[in-house]
């Protein structure tokens, strides 16, 4: 699934094609996409027309203020992406043609992302709502995370994908970020101390900084693409998520993979000394 820096530079892309520019012709062509509306029509409808203010981003949403005070809320999803100007593709879900004649499509192949609209009561009541403090945007306050984290039994990597401790942070850079920080994917949530939490909040910001200076992670399935079609770069820089049974690259012992809470999880057992 696409995270924190995949939506980012995706972001960053959009917002340079999208951003004032009007959406003259709007197509919804399947009804998962559109399924937070009544219908792909509705989409189209509001949408046709309207004017984009900005493209921004919490946590793993796309968010896209246009000129009526309509928001636009996407979610990439588990194989979602979006294309500027591309060739036709098979599972093209969501196609703008704009002002200049650029197009944007989403395409995803395995439905799980959405297109919405909402207006100001509907984002009250959706899911961004909910959403911890944006891992990139925000700065990361130690003290309010070590609180939140205080009756927590739940194991940190399963807290750290729930998104309302800290927003972003998906399988692949939770993993990177317990490893930068040296805890174990384990460890109860209220078992960390404030050392803990203070170089988790650290490695968070050095995790996404790297991944987002080389365009995200691209796996081996190809789901993740920059809306240019290029391929992200940082997989060869991950520490530990992919690598079981390969040497740790600061100990030399195998990295070593569990499932925590149904997630496929990667660790060194050295580094990350069980609590």
Known sequence: MPELPEV????????????????????????RTSRHNTSPAEVGERLKGRQVVAVQRHGKFLRIPLDDGQVVVAHL?????????????????????????????????RTFGFVAVYDEDD???????????????TELDAEAIHGSLQRRTAPIKALLLDQTIISGLGNIYADEVL????????????????GHVTDMVKSTRQVLAIAIENGGTTLDDLAYLLPDGRAGDNLNRLAVYGREGEPCQECGVPIERIVVRARSTHFCPRCQERP
């Open 8 to 31: 980012e530079i995706t972001r960053r892309h959009l917002d340079a094609v999208l951003t004032g520019r009007r959406m003259e012709k709007v197509e919804v062509l399947h009804a």
């Open 77 to 109: 999803g588990m194989s979602g992406r979006w294309a500027v100007d591309a060739d036709p593709e098979p599972h093209t879900h969501f196609l703008a043609e704009l002002d200049d004649r650029t197009s944007v499509a989403f395409i995803d192949p």
């Open 123 to 137: 984002l009250g009541r959706s899911g961004l709502s909910r959403l911890g403090p944006d891992a990139w945007e």
């Open 179 to 194: 490893f930068e920080s040296k805890i174990h994917p384990m460890s109860p949530g209220r078992h960390l101390t404030i």
